[in-house]
């Protein structure tokens, strides 16, 4: 089984910023893509940004020039650099990735984190 852990929210004032990390634990082979999504109260989720395992990112237009996301395959880790922080950015934050099982022959599997809360005060 794998797990997806968030690590790194908190409460910040308008303008500071934060570092979210996401480490996959558990076995399997390889993950491609890992994404970060987020959802504030009575929204849907959003995707933030995303970036494959060859570092190809992309990023929501509301966090492009503040937020910057990056990976160490190594260390089965993602991190979101948060700059800028904006009181609309309060919001559950979660990873989301593609992992491909110890099996290379098999589908990836998409799973989720347990969400972290950042929360931004004007």
């Known amino acids: 089984q794998v797990q997806l852990v968030e690590s790194g929210g908190g409460l910040v004032q308008a303008g500071g910023s934060l570092r979210l990390s996401c480490k996959a634990s558990g076995s399997f082979g390889r993950i491609n893509t890992m994404r970060w999504y987020r959802q504030a109260p009575g929204k849907q989720r959003e995707l933030v940004a995303h970036?494959?395992?060859?570092?190809?990112?992309e990023y929501a237009e509301s966090v492009k020039g503040r937020f910057i996301i990056s990976r160490d395959n190594a260390k089965n880790t993602a991190y979101l650099q948060m700059n800028s922080l904006r009181p609309e950015d309060t919001a559950v934050y979660y990873c989301?990735?593609?992992?491909?099982?110890?099996?290379?022959?098999?589908?990836?599997?998409?799973?989720w984190g347990q969400g972290t809360q950042v929360t931004v005060s004007s």
């Open positions: 989301n990735a593609d992992v491909v099982p110890t099996n290379v022959l098999l589908r990836s599997r998409n799973y």
């Open positions: 970036i494959t395992r060859g570092d190809v990112t």
